[in-house]
């Protein structure tokens, strides 16, 4: 491998570019972070000093021009994600583009498409697959430590519910929340899925209903390897980030439990205590953050295939879709009624 540092550019300062961008900066030496543009040059100019990005722009198109630049990370807005790919994949750039790629299949269709005919590496911000405790979960199935899967249970439930300015534009939970726990399915089985069946409900905050969604929700996901599982969604979990996976399988099963800030259990002659989980998913995924983006720069560097690929960002999309079909319908969806 060439000790050269890859050199990139970062679109979009936001909450998880300054994230990416500290990353590259601090956790990455076969990095190099040299742009970074945001439309608000105040939020570009912020990380760039913290991180010490040499050059700022408001102009997404200047970082695809430099011919410096060998790839870019998409962090800007999701409705901005399927034009920056075709744009960098023109431009000839490795891409990284967060989480969905987009809300519609013909548009992530077209952005796949631009990818395929430049030939260019492009991975997808499905970070939890990243996670130690994921990661773990996965290779018990994957070696067959706990035998043949039947059963999976997510729990995934946020501590607060987003404003509802943002609620109006997310794609609904299914395509902004479940779609994490529709990635963390896929590939802890390592199936795909053929049907879904949704409850779900407004519980939480009736304005999130008057915006059109939902903020409860329980899915139940059919796998094509005869796997059943089950993803239980809230908006709302009074004691914090919810985060805990289970499978079942013929010879054993395999969890993982929510992470804590610390270890210490305070024990009294009323209770036994603890404190709260890590409270968001800034802190509860900080290090498979800093590890997707390690997985990237190494299959740029090598040549070799991405982890998470244009298609790994496309299905998930499709899942969000039959959820919320199926909510809407109160039947199975096949994904293949998803075009
Ligand atoms: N993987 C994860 O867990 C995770 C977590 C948070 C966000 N995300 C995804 O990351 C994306 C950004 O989310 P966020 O929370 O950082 O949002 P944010 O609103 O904090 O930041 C988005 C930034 O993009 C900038 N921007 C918008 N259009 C632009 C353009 N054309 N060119 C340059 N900059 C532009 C905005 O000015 C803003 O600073 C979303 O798609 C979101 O779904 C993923």
Do not use: W
């Not at 021009?65 to 034009?83: K, N």
């Not at 209903?209 to 929700?217: N, Q, R």
């Not at 409270?279 to 983006?293: I, T, V, W």
């Amino acid at each position: 491998m060439s000790k050269r540092k890859l050199p990139i550019g970062i679109i979009g300062a936001g909450r998880i570019g300054a994230v990416h961008a500290e990353t590259l900066a601090f956790r990455l030496p076969e990095a190099a972070p040299l742009i970074i543009a945001d439309i608000n040059r105040q939020a570009a100019e912020e990380v760039a000093t913290r991180c010490g990005i040499p050059r700022v722009t408001e102009n997404a198109e200047e970082v695809l021009a430099d011919p410096e630049i060998e790839a870019v990370l998409i962090c800007s807005s999701t409705d901005t994600h399927a034009g920056l790919i075709v744009a960098a994949a023109r431009a000839g750039k490795q891409i990284f583009c967060e989480k969905p790629i987009d809300h519609s299949l013909e548009k992530i269709d077209r952005a796949l498409a631009a990818v395929a005919r430049a030939g260019v590496q492009l991975q997808v911000g499905f970070n939890r697959r990243f996670d130690p405790n994921f990661a773990r979960v996965r290779k018990a199935v994957e070696s067959g430590e706990i035998g043949t899967p039947h059963l999976l249970h997510i729990i995934s439930r946020d501590p607060e519910p987003p404003p509802i300015s943002y609620v109006k534009v997310s794609g609904g939970i299914f395509l902004d929340m479940t779609i994490h726990d529709f990635d963390m399915a896929r590939f802890l089985i390592g199936s795909e899925v053929e049907e879904v069946f949704t409850a779900a409900g407004v519980r939480v905050d009736p304005s999130i209903g008057e915006a059109g969604d939902l903020d409860t929700a329980l899915v139940v996901l059919r796998f094509k390897n005869g796997v059943i599982g089950t993803i239980d969604n809230c908006r709302k979990a009074v004691y914090g980030y919810d985060q805990r996976v289970e499978i079942l399988g013929s010879e054993g099963a395999v969890s993982t439990g929510n992470c804590y800030p610390n270890q210490a259990v305070v024990s009294t002659s009323s209770a036994v205590r603890r404190d709260l989980p890590l409270h968001f998913f800034m802190d509860r995924y900080a290090e498979s953050f800093a590890r997707e983006l390690r997985a990237f720069v190494k299959a740029v560097r090598e040549g070799s295939p991405t982890p998470v690929t244009g298609m790994d960002g496309r299905v998930p999309v499709v899942m969000g879709l039959a959820a919320r079909k199926s909510h809407d319908e109160n039947r199975v969806v096949r994904l293949e009624e998803i075009r």
